[in-house]
Antibody, heavy 118, light 109 residues
Framework: QVQLVQSGAEVKKPGASVKVSCKASGYTFTSYGISWVRQAPGQGLEWMGWISAYNGNTNYAQKLQGRVTMTTDTSTSTAYMELRSLRSDDTAVYYC???????????WGQGTLVTVSS | EIVLTQSPGTLSLSPGERATLSCRASQSVSSSYLAWYQQKPGQAPRLLIYGASSRATGIPDRFSGSGSGTDFTLTISRLEPEDFAVYYCQQYGSSGGFTFGPGTKVDIK
């Protein structure tokens, strides 16, 4: 069965970087994309960007351009999202989701809480 | 960038009632790329509807989606206790990015 398993919670200081992983199983990794979404406490969903696991092409939300990098490691079927220059308003649960045909997001990771605090 | 607006913000209903949730786009969106998600507290979102009207695998037929252009609707024909949650619409735009609406919370009256 399709599974996306994310890395554990992180606590970071302002100005630091965080790298969240999303390990995929149960399907051919390179046949789909991975999208990243975050959700601040009590807030809605914010799309961060996505990456093609086939060729590594990325598209980032304009708001995060320059601070976010998404990569994949096809040898381990793992996607990564790195966010730099962290601020307190980056505190959120970060989710990965598989992007399939018709851009359907049918499978999600369990979420990773990133807390930015001095 | 296309902005999605959802209404109402909160819908207070009783089990067994019909829920009608609206998603309006600031400009026309492709129906092929309009989706609805359900999210319960502490859980990841779950795909309900894609392509504006196609139910995802395992989604009960009390959930239905409709609409085109700038106006889309998610209908829950008879609310079950497990349907009380937050619902988000999502679209994919020509710029190559996705956007979500702010969500509608369906709570128990």
């Amino acid at each position: 069965q399709v599974q996306l398993v994310q890395s554990g919670a992180e606590v970071k200081k302002p100005g630091a970087s965080v790298k969240v992983s999303c390990k995929a199983s149960g399907y051919t990794f390179t046949s789909y994309g991975i999208s990243w979404v975050r959700q601040a406490p009590g807030q809605g969903l914010e799309w961060m960007g996505w990456i093609s696991a086939y060729n590594g092409n990325t598209n980032y939300a304009q708001k995060l351009q320059g601070r976010v990098t998404m990569t994949t490691d096809t040898s381990t079927s793992t996607a990564y999202m790195e966010l730099r220059s962290l601020r307190s308003d980056d505190t959120a649960v970060y989710y990965c989701a598989r992007v399939g045909q018709q851009l359907v997001w049918g499978y999600w990771g369990q979420g990773t809480l990133v807390t930015v605090s001095s | 960038e296309i902005v999605l607006t959802q209404s109402p913000g909160t819908l207070s209903l009783s089990p067994g009632e019909r829920a009608t949730l609206s998603c309006r786009a600031s400009q026309s969106v492709s129906s092929s790329y309009l989706a609805w998600y359900q999210q319960k507290p502490g859980q990841a979102p779950r795909l309900l509807i894609y392509g504006a009207s196609s139910r995802a695998t395992g989604i009960p037929d009390r959930f239905s989606g409709s609409g085109s252009g700038t106006d889309f609707t998610l209908t829950i024909s008879r609310l079950e206790p497990e349907d009380f949650a937050v619902y988000y619409c999502q679209q994919y735009g020509s710029s190559g990015g996705f956007t979500f609406g702010p969500g509608t919370k369906v709570d128990i009256k």
